[in-house]
């Protein structure tokens, strides 16, 4: 059966308002775990972030979808609070690469298991491995489309 241009519409708008509504969902359940650790969401991305790779200021502001500038500031005041540090890039002495601290990767790793703890609060427990398995499904076809 073929379908329709409406069809396809609703099943479009369907996408974005499902994935929208996940998202901000997502991002109301950050703000909770970021208030306890006295960080901003765009903080507790940030470091969540760091535990693959180790990206320049500009590569962390593509990934987190924002101006350098305001990168540039969470990573200053990451840094006083000694969670990160800035450090050469060993092929390119112009570009910094952000590096977690010990103290940082023991943060990101607190901050993790609040995320993962309110989460299973939240999901029943039948459907998780289901929900982790489409989630990294979807995020790697969205990475890929960029």
Not at 35 to 47: A, C, E, G, P, S
Not at 63 to 92: F, I
């Given at each position: ?34 208030r306890r650790f006295d960080l901003t969401v765009q903080q507790v991305q940030l470091l ?12 962390l502001a593509e990934l987190l979808g924002c101006d350098k500038t305001n990168v540039t ?74």
């Amino acid at each position: 059966m073929r379908m329709s241009s409406n069809d396809s519409d609703r099943t479009d708008t369907g996408y974005a308002s499902a994935f929208s509504t996940l998202h901000r969902e997502m991002t109301v359940l950050h703000g909770i775990v970021a208030r306890r650790f006295d960080l901003t969401v765009q903080q507790v991305q940030l470091l969540c972030m760091l535990s693959r790779h180790q990206p320049s200021l500009g590569e962390l502001a593509e990934l987190l979808g924002c101006d350098k500038t305001n990168v540039t500031g969470m990573v200053d005041r990451l840094d006083r609070r000694e969670l990160l540090v800035r450090a050469p890039d060993p092929t390119d002495r112009r570009v910094a690469r952000v590096v977690l601290t010990p103290k940082g990767v023991a943060m990101r790793t607190r901050i993790r298991a609040a995320l993962d703890a309110e989460l299973a609060a939240r999901l029943p427990r039948q459907d998780r491995a289901r929900l982790v398995e489409l989630a990294s499904s979807v995020s790697q076809r969205l990475a890929e489309g960029r």
